[in-house]
């Protein structure tokens, strides 16, 4: 990553990409717990486009970045002349003159993809309605850190993952990383509500070649079979806010409960992005069980963004 890089869509990023984020989050993890300074950016800083409201994404990279020595500028959808008709190309180009990377939180991804294309400094897509990349870095990291897993070296076809819920932007990036790794992925999720069929298509691509199978189910169950993580979001993304009570009827039987992992492996873990709505797809018992990650999985955003700000910014 000596060139500028962006980070748009797992899709587009190889294996050793992937590693070498993995790798350095468990090394700037190590760093940070014993107390250590580790300030490589200082001087730099980043620009933080956020059009959707955030609590764990807005943290991780503000904080992390003050943390690697940098600036972090937070910028919401009232604060630029792109609400008054300036032109994405022109923003681009002018942020490139005074910041060192753009992060974006935003709902259309074309708007980051047209961001990147002309912005000469790296861009860092921090959610959009199709994918949302940095957090399944994360969850990644999350899951060799608690299986003990080296990542370099772990045959990852081994590795059993149940989605269960929407088909949505945390579930796409979750297929692009199943494409690209190569471990199983099963995703449970009602009929009509299957997630994007061309990143599947891609990722059915890269998955022949990696060795990952990725199945699409519409049993929790069934899918929960065998796994070694269990992993939910909401059920209504944000923008979906009036689908919310259709959608407690339709998904009811994909709430990740007590009953369900019990058909789970016994070593199982259970993830969920957050924020969580608990009751509907998550109930109390399970987040705050034995068997849950979910706060480890949060704080893990800090050490993996900086590790993607870090070494697409050095």
């Known amino acids: 990553m000596t060139k500028k890089k962006d980070l748009i869509s797992i899709s587009e990023f190889s294996v050793d990409d992937i590693m070498e984020i993995l790798c350095f989050s468990a090394s700037i993890k190590k760093k940070f717990k014993s107390g250590r300074s580790f300030s490589p950016l200082r001087g730099k800083s980043i620009a933080m486009i956020f059009h959707k409201p955030s609590t764990r994404t807005r943290l991780s990279f503000e904080v992390g970045m003050h943390q690697l020595g940098g600036t972090a500028l937070y910028l919401g959808e009232q604060d630029l002349q792109l609400k008054r008709g300036e032109s994405v190309s022109d923003t681009a180009l002018t942020f490139s003159r005074y910041v060192d990377g753009v992060v974006i939180r935003t709902y259309s991804h074309q708007f980051v993809v047209d961001f990147a294309r002309f912005a000469s400094v790296p861009v860092i897509n921090a959610l959009t309605d199709l994918c949302h990349p940095c957090q399944i870095l994360a969850d990644l990291f999350t899951i060799i ?66 060795g990952g199978d990725i199945e699409i189910l519409h049993s929790a169950i069934d899918a929960v079979a065998d796994a070694e993580v269990i992993y ?36 199982a873990i259970v993830m969920h992005c957050l924020p969580a709505h608990r009751g509907d797809e998550i109930t109390d018992e399970v987040i705050d069980g034995l068997m849950s990650v979910v706060f480890d999985q949060a704080e893990n955003r800090l050490h993996v963004q900086k590790a993607i700000l870090y070494l697409l910014l050095r």
């Open 145 to 210: 850190e608690k299986k003990n897993i080296n990542p370099t070296s772990f045959d990852f076809s081994k590795l059993r993952i149940a989605y269960i819920g929407d088909g949505n932007n945390v579930c796409n990036s979750w297929i692009s990383a199943a494409g690209c790794l190569g471990f199983n992925l099963i995703v449970a999720c009602p009929s009509g509500y299957e997630p994007d069929s061309n990143v599947l298509n891609k990722a059915h691509e890269r998955a022949n070649k990696s």
């Open 232 to 267: 939910t979001d909401v059920w209504a993304s944000m923008g979906k806010d009036d689908e919310i009570e259709k959608r407690k009827k339709i998904f009811h039987s994909f709430q990740v409960n007590s009953e369900l992992i019990k058909h789970a492996r016994s070593d």
